[in-house]
């Protein structure tokens, strides 16, 4: 096999499957020329909310606006202090930089690479008003217990949701809630590569209160709830029409792209189980997995030499990030020298996501599963 056989996600397959759908949705689209704000967005919207379960979503241009959106719609002000985890996208740090705010990190745990919680309580200062809890690579964070800091403290709480849509967490009472839905906005991305995207960019919040979604409907619309009448300060930031009619398809496939990526990590998991140097993602016991990414830890091993060895056997990878956010240069200060995080830093050197999506069949599964296992009996580990 090639890197030509194997890719990290295959959404030309995974369009084919679905290709009369797909092209009847969008000449629909073509056929009515409403390219902004179709009916297709309203629909999408709907059914959005009803798979959450919630009362209403609102769909912008990405997920990166999604944030910012709904940062701008709890009307922080500039200074105030959002929480977030140092080992994430940048994307979750950018927009409260971009609104003036001010990002203030703290580590995450080192098997299920979500915020540590127990950390968050001393972070906690006059100035914190939000909490932005990612559920990262596929499973949630500790849902409850943000809950229950963000109540006791009276701050907001955002998901960001973008990569583990379709997932859930179960709070000790039994009761099972979808990620995004736990906080005040549950934030979406519909970029190609994830669980639910589209075919550009496109983005959503999800609420349960009606006053909040009503607030950020106007944020992402300039301000304005009637045309020319600005009432408060907004952005640009709309699904196009085609995208909503993409994800109106893609929607009713999302838990079936789950289940598929579930039994590609199970073949993964049952393979790749008690090998040396190497461990498995771990699943936290109260939430599901939907497995945006399916990520190793190399602690034992050269992590680039890893890399280059699956390369020359034709198995592309990827680093989910090599660089934590506080160490970034647009976001060092004194508060979060290098050191002050150390799983953070830690899993920036040793993490590697290996391919994971719905069309990778068994025999493409095997020869990732056989390099892999090659490569660490050829790897010379690195002592101690």
């Known amino acids: 096999m090639t890197?030509?056989?194997?890719?990290m996600i295959d959404l030309q397959n995974q369009y084919f499957r679905i290709k009369d759908e797909i092209d009847d949705a969008i000449h629909?689209?073509?056929?009515?020329?409403?390219?902004?704000?179709?009916?297709?967005?309203?629909?999408?919207?709907?059914?959005l909310a009803r798979y959450h379960e919630v009362e209403t979503a609102v769909s912008c241009g990405n997920g990166t606006d999604a944030l910012q959106i709904a940062l701008m719609t709890l009307d922080l002000k500039p200074g105030d202090e959002v929480i977030l985890p140092a080992y994430t996208y940048v994307a979750t740090a950018e927009v409260i930089a971009?609104?003036?705010?001010?990002?203030?990190?703290?580590?995450?745990?080192?098997?299920?690479?979500?915020?540590?919680?127990?950390?968050?309580?001393?972070?906690?200062?006059?100035k914190t008003k939000a909490i932005i809890g990612v559920n990262l690579f596929g499973q949630c964070a500790e849902l409850e217990l943000l809950k229950e800091i963000s109540q006791h403290y009276d701050i907001h709480l955002i998901e960001d949701n973008a990569q583990s849509i379709g997932g859930s967490f179960r709070f000790r009472s039994g009761t099972e809630f979808k990620a995004g839905?736990?906080?005040?906005?549950?934030?979406?991305?519909?970029?190609?590569?994830?669980?639910?995207?589209?075919?550009?960019?496109?983005?959503?919040?999800?609420?349960?209160?009606?006053?909040?979604?009503?607030?950020?409907?106007?944020?992402?619309?300039?301000?304005?709830?009637?045309?020319?009448?600005h009432d408060i300060i907004g952005c640009n930031s709309r699904l196009d029409t085609i995208q909503a009619a993409v994800l109106n398809v893609k929607l009713k496939y999302l838990d079936q792209y789950n289940q598929k990526r579930k039994e590609v990590v199970s073949s993964y998991n049952q393979n790749l189980k008690g090998l040396e140097g190497i461990i498995l993602p771990v699943a936290h016991p109260r939430s599901t997995h939907v497995y945006n990414q399916y990520t190793l830890k190399l602690p034992n091993f050269d992590r680039d030499q890893f890399r280059t060895s699956l390369k020359e056997k034709g198995v592309p990878s990827m680093v989910y990030y090599p660089i934590p956010l506080h160490l970034q240069k647009a976001y060092q200060d004194s508060e979060h020298p290098e050191g002050s995080l150390p799983v953070s830093e830690r899993l920036s050197k040793e993490v590697l996501s290996l391919p994971l999506h719905t069309e990778l069949n068994q025999e493409k599964q095997d020869f990732i599963i056989q390099s892999v296992k090659t490569t660490i009996e050829e790897m010379v580990k690195v002592p101690g």
């Open 28 to 47: 629909e689209v073509l056929n009515s020329a409403k390219f902004i704000k179709g009916a297709q967005v309203a629909e999408f919207e709907a059914a």
């Open 3 to 7: 890197m030509q056989t194997i890719q």
């Open 98 to 126: 971009l609104l003036k705010l001010k990002p203030v990190f703290v580590d995450v745990d080192y098997d299920t690479f979500n915020i540590d919680v127990a950390q968050i309580p001393e972070k906690i200062s006059p």
């Open 181 to 229: 839905t736990v906080g005040d906005i549950g934030c979406l991305s519909f970029f190609p590569s994830k669980n639910l995207g589209c075919f550009g960019d496109g983005g959503a919040m999800i609420f349960k209160d009606p006053r909040l979604a009503e607030r950020a409907r106007m944020i992402a619309n300039h301000g304005q709830k009637v045309k020319y009448h």
